[in-house]
C-alpha cells in the first residue's frame, strides 16, 4: 500500500494521535506497526504508526516522518488493537501505551538480514528447472538463486546490491519468498575467569588453612562450585591478590570460560523432575485440552492450594500449545519468580536458551531489546515474564498463563494504568486463545467470574504425594509483650521456632513488609516526623546507605543529626524495616548463615540468581525479605516460616485490606513444608480474631470469600460494582483546588442512581512528587456507564482548558492513595 498520510502515536501525555505524512522514499517501509521518527513541536521523538490516514486535519500545516526505524514493524496488528482498545477502557493516552508495549530504545547492534523461506527455497529450485514463477524478473530470480547459495541468509545491504535495490527485497517479501529480519547481536562474546578449588592430590596430607582461605574452600567446594572470580571477591570479600597467591600454591585452579547467555550456571547441573501428573492435575489438564480442542477463546481458572503442583499443569499446557504450532506467554507476579520459571521451561523445551525468551525490568536494557526481538523475529516462541511480558510480540498466540493472577503487582500504577491479568484475557480474546489464570487465593473477582461460569473452574485440593499444609499458628503480640516486656519484632515464639530449625538444620524464612532501616524518623521533643520535601509521606531511613529516602519518589535527605523543626538532638528512628530485622537476626543467631532480599538488594538478575541459589542449594539458614518470598517459590527445606507483623496490610485504608491480608498470609504459609519435611507457620499480629486472620490460620479460602463478598455486597464495592479513582493534581495547591472545583461542576449533576460520585476530597496521598492532589471517586454497577461518563468528563476538560496532564483517571483502581 502506498498511502501518503499515517496517523502516529507519539510518547506524550495526549489522547490522541497525529498526522504525519510519509515521503515518496520511505512508502515501502512505513507500515502500521511500524516505529518512526517524526519532528514533534521543536524535538524530534520516536512514535508508532497506527494507521494510514486519509485525510490531514485542517488548518495545520503537515509534517513529514523523519525516518523508519524498523523495516519489519515492531508491532504486530493485533498488538495495535489491543493498544487501541488499552487506551480506550483505561482512558489513557494512545502514546502511552504504545510506550509501554515497545521495547526499550537502546543503541542495539543489529544486523538487517534477508532470509530465504521455505516458499522462497521452494521458487529457487523450480527455477533452476528453468521455470519463472510468482512473475518474477530474471534479476530477483538470479538473486533468489544466489541467496539459496549462501545458505538462505545474506547481509541486507548486499543482498540489496544483488537484487538491484531495496525495493526489489521488499516486493520478494510481499510475495512471502524472503524474510527480512532485523538480527539483534547478542552483547559482545566475553571470556570470564572462572575459580575452582584443587582438589588435593593426597588426601592424606592435611593442609591447614587460614581462616580466609578455609572461608574460599567452604564456598567453593561445598556451596558453591567453581566461581567466576568478580562473584568470588564479592561473596568472600578477599584481595584479588590472595586469590593469585592461592592458585601459586596450588590450592585453587583457574581456566577461562565463555560467558554465554546460553550456559546461564544457574541451569548448570538443572533437570527438570519429571512428575507423573496425580489424578487432580490430570483432570485440570485434560479440561485445558479440551479448551484448547475448541479452538477458541476461554477464560480457566486453576485454583490449587499452595504446593499442589500448579507448575506442572502450566507446563504441559504449555507443551500442548507448542505442540500444536502455536505460542505461549506466561505471566508471574515477581522478577524472581521469572528465574524459577524461566530455567523450568529451558529445561522442558530445549536444552538450549533458544526457544524461551525471559522479559522483565531488572534485566539490562540492551539485554531486554535483544529478548524482545528474539521473540519478534519468531526466534523464541515461549515468553516467560512480568506484567509487560502480556505485550510480548509474539504471533500466532495459543495461551496465555497468568500466575498468582489476585497479586496487585500486575497493576501497572502509571499511566497507563492497565492490570496485567485483565489485559492478559483481553488479549487472548483478540487473538482467539485461552488465557489459564491460576491461584491458591483467587481474587474475589476472579472467583466471583469462576462461580457464575463466566470462567471455567479447575481445582486442586490437596498437595502432591498427600503434603500436608502447613500448620499455622498465631502469636498474640499483646501477650508476648506482657510476658517479655520486649519490643522486639520477634517474638520469643518465633526466636524459638528459628533456633529449632537451625538446630535441626532446616531453613526459615522471616517476612517483613517494608524495606530499609526504619521507617519513620521522629522528633520526641516537638513530635515532628522527617516528611519527603515532594510528597506527604514520611522518609524512611536507610543505614546501609546512610541516608534517608522516599520510596515514593525517590528523593533522598541527609540523615539528620537534629530535629530540622525545634533543633533539639532527640531525634528517634522507629518502625523497624527488613534491613533492620536483618541485623537483630545476625545479633540474635550469631552463628547462622543469614541473606536479605528485598529491592534494595536485589537490583539486578545477577543478585536475584546468587541469593535464591544460595538459599536452594542449602548455602543460608535464614533468608528475611519482602513479600517477594511471599509467592511462588519451593524451597524444599524450609520448615518455618515468620510473619513479623501481619497488621500492617490490615490496616490500610482500603476496602481490599482484609482480602491482601489473607491472600498474603496463605501465600506465605504455602512456602513452608513442600518438602519432605512438615512445616510450620508463626504469625505475628495485634489483632487475632480478624476474619481475614482467622481464614488465613485455617487456610479456608471457601469461608474467606463468602465473608468477603458479604461485606462486599453490603458496602457495594467489587466484585458487585465498578469503581474509577479520578485525581486532579497541580503543582499548585491553588490550581488544583481549581481544576477540582471546576471538574466538580460536570461531576455534581450527574450524581445518580447509575453512578455514585464521592468528591472531591484531598486524596489519602495529598502531596505526591510535588503536587497536589484531589480525588473523585466513582463506583457503578453498570461498567459502561462509567466509562460513558468518564469520557465525558476528560471531553469537558478539553472545552474547559483543564490540562490533559491535571486529570489522571485510575479505572479499576488497586489503591485508593
Ligand atoms: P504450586 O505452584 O501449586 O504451589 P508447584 O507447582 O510449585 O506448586 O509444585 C510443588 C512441588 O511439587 C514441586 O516441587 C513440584 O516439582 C512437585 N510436583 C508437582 N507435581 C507433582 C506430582 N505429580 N508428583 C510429585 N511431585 C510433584
Ligand atoms: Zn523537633
Ligand atoms: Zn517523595
Not at 512480568?386 to 500466575?403: E, H, K, M, W, Y
Not at 457503578?780 to 474547559?800: E, H, I, N, V, W
Not at 483543564?802 to 485508593?816: E, R
Request: hydrophobic share 40%; with cysteine; glycine share 6%.
Amino acid at each position: 500500500m502506498n498511502a501518503s498520510l499515517c496517523n502516529v502515536a507519539l510518547p506524550v501525555p495526549l489522547r490522541t494521535t497525529f498526522t504525519y505524512a510519509i515521503p515518496e522514499y520511505l512508502r515501502d517501509s512505513a507500515q502500521p506497526g511500524s516505529r518512526v521518527l517524526v519532528p514533534f513541536r521543536k524535538k524530534s521523538l520516536v512514535g508508532v504508526i497506527v494507521d494510514f490516514a486519509d485525510n490531514a486535519p485542517q488548518a495545520t500545516k503537515v509534517r513529514e516522518i523523519t525516518k523508519v526505524l524498523d523495516l519489519v514493524p515492531a508491532l504486530t496488528p493485533k498488538l495495535i488493537e489491543l493498544a487501541q482498545w488499552i487506551a480506550g477502557y483505561y482512558l489513557a493516552p494512545i502514546g502511552e501505551v504504545f510506550r509501554a508495549m515497545l521495547p526499550p530504545l537502546t543503541e542495539l547492534k543489529t544486523q538487517r538480514q534477508v532470509v530465504l523461506t521455505p516458499a522462497g527455497r521452494n521458487a529457487a529450485e523450480s527455477l533452476s528447472g528453468g521455470e519463472l514463477s510468482h512473475g518474477l524478473s530474471t534479476q530477483e530470480a538470479n538473486f533468489l538463486e544466489k541467496l539459496k547459495g549462501k545458505k538462505g541468509v545474506l547481509s541486507f545491504a548486499v543482498a540489496a546490491q544483488l537484487a538491484g535495490n531495496a525495493a526489489a527485497l521488499q516486493r520478494l517479501q510481499r510475495l512471502g519468498l524472503i524474510e527480512i529480519r532485523e538480527n539483534v547481536q547478542g552483547m559482545k562474546r566475553k571470556m570470564q575467569r572462572v575459580i575452582a578449588w584443587k582438589a588435593s592430590p593426597n588426601p592424606e596430607l592435611e593442609i591447614s588453612l587460614a581462616e580466609k582461605e578455609e572461608k574460599v574452600c567452604t564456598l567453593l567446594q561445598t556451596e558453591r562450585g567453581p566461581l567466576p572470580l568478580p562473584q568470588l571477591l564479592k561473596l568472600t570479600g578477599i584481595s584479588r591478590a590472595l586469590v593469585e597467591r592461592m592458585l601459586r600454591d596450588g590450592l585453587l585452579e583457574s581456566w577461562e570460560e565463555p560467558l554465554d547467555p546460553a550456559e546461564d550456571p544457574f541451569d548448570a547441573g538443572y533437570e527438570v523432575p519429571a512428575h507423573e501428573l496425580n489424578a487432580e492435575q490430570e483432570n485440570a489438564f485434560s479440561a485445558v485440552r479440551a479448551r484448547f480442542e475448541l479452538g477458541e477463546f476461554g477464560v480457566l481458572l486453576l485454583h490449587g492450594v499452595t504446593g499442589s503442583g500448579k507448575t506442572e499443569v502450566y507446563l504441559r499446557a504449555v507443551q500442548e500449545t507448542l505442540a500444536r504450532g502455536k505460542t505461549a506467554i506466561i505471566l508471574v507476579p515477581e522478577i524472581a519468580l521469572t528465574l524459577w520459571i524461566g530455567r523450568q521451561c529451558r529445561a522442558w523445551f530445549g536444552a538450549r536458551f533458544e526457544g524461551v525468551a525471559v522479559l522483565h525490568s531488572a534485566l539490562s536494557d540492551v539485554e531486554r531489546a535483544r529478548e524482545w526481538w528474539r521473540v519478534r523475529n519468531g526466534e523464541a516462541r515461549v515468553v516467560v515474564g512480568t506484567r509487560s511480558a502480556v505485550f510480548a510480540p509474539l504471533q500466532n498466540l495459543g495461551l496465555i498463563i497468568v500466575d498468582e493472577e489476585q497479586e496487585n503487582s500486575y497493576k501497572q500504577e502509571e499511566t497507563p494504568r492497565y492490570h496485567g491479568r485483565d489485559v492478559a484475557i483481553l488479549r487472548a480474546k483478540l487473538e482467539g486463545a485461552t488465557a489459564l489464570l491460576g491461584s491458591a487465593t483467587p481474587s474475589l473477582e476472579t472467583y466471583h467470574h469462576a462461580r457464575n461460569g463466566k470462567y471455567e473452574l479447575l481445582t486442586l485440593t490437596s498437595r502432591v504425594e498427600n503434603r500436608s499444609l502447613a500448620s499455622v499458628e498465631i502469636v498474640d503480640l499483646r501477650e508476648d509483650f506482657q510476658q517479655t516486656h520486649q519490643t522486639s519484632p520477634i517474638s520469643a515464639n518465633l526466636h524459638a521456632g528459628i533456633q529449632e530449625c537451625l538446630a535441626a538444620g532446616t531453613q526459615a524464612l522471616v517476612l517483613i513488609n517494608r524495606r530499609g532501616y526504619s521507617w519513620s524518623v521522629l522528633c520526641r521533643s516537638c513530635g515532628a516526623s522527617v516528611q519527603c520535601a515532594n510528597c506527604s509521606i514520611s522518609m524512611t531511613y536507610h543505614k546501609s546507605r546512610n541516608r534517608l529516602e522516599c520510596h515514593y519518589c525517590g528523593s533522598v535527605q541527609r540523615v539528620p543529626k537534629e530535629c530540622p523543626k525545634c533543633q533539639s538532638k532527640y531525634v528517634y528512628f522507629f518502625g523497624e524495616g527488613s534491613e533492620h530485622l536483618e541485623e537483630r537476626l545476625h545479633k540474635e543467631f550469631p552463628g547462622a548463615r543469614i541473606a536479605r532480599l528485598d529491592r534494595d538488594t536485589a537490583r539486578t538478575k545477577r543478585q536475584y540468581q546468587e541469593t535464591l541459589g544460595a538459599f536452594a542449594a542449602g548455602a543460608l539458614d535464614i533468608l528475611v525479605g519482602t513479600q517477594m518470598l511471599a509467592k511462588g517459590h519451593d524451597f524444599q527445606r524450609v520448615t518455618l516460616v515468620g510473619v513479623v507483623s501481619a497488621d500492617s496490610s490490615l490496616s490500610l485504608p482500603d476496602f481490599r485490606a482484609a482480602e491482601r491480608t489473607f491472600q498474603l498470609l496463605t501465600q506465605v504459609a504455602g512456602r513452608a513444608g513442600r518438602g519432605e519435611l512438615p512445616g510450620r507457620v508463626l504469625i505475628q499480629t495485634y489483632y487475632p480474631e480478624h476474619y481475614a486472620i482467622q481464614d488465613a490460620v485455617k487456610q479456608d479460602y471457601a469461608s474467606f470469600f463468602e465473608r468477603e463478598m458479604h461485606f462486599r455486597r453490603m458496602m457495594a464495592y467489587p466484585p458487585f460494582t465498578s469503581l474509577a479513582n479520578v485525581i486532579v493534581r497541580d503543582t499548585s495547591l491553588e490550581k488544583a483546588i481549581g481544576w477540582a472545583r471546576k471538574l466538580s461542576e460536570y461531576f455534581a449533576p450527574r450524581d445518580g442512581k447509575d453512578v455514585r460520585i464521592l468528591g472531591p476530597a484531598a486524596a489519602p496521598l495529598a502531596r505526591l512528587k510535588k503536587e497536589h492532589r484531589f480525588q473523585f471517586l466513582l463506583k457503578s454497577p453498570k461498567r459502561s456507564a462509567l466509562t460513558k461518563l468518564l469520557s465525558g468528563a476528560l471531553s469537558f476538560c478539553d472545552a474547559k482548558e483543564i490540562p490533559q496532564t491535571a486529570v489522571l483517571v485510575d479505572m479499576d483502581p488497586l489503591s485508593l492513595l
